[in-house]
């Protein structure tokens, strides 16, 4: 098995990235297969759960009745 690993290690990026799979499978935050790292982090930042509020705006959820 070490030896399995020892040759595979150098090429196993290009192996992985030579699979037909859909980026949305592979989460990574080096980009995707067009190399676009800004524009995956855009949409990861418009798509998270901190930028979604019951209101719809920009104000957390809580913060005025707590402050």
Known sequence: MKLVHSELRPQIVNIIESLPEYDGYLLSAIGNRYGDIYETHLEWAKNS????????????????ETI
Do not use: Q, V, Y
């Not at 759960?49 to 809580?62: C, F, M, S, W, Y």
């Open 49 to 64: 759960r901190l930028n979604h509020t019951k209101a719809g705006d920009a104000i957390p959820d809580g913060f005025l």
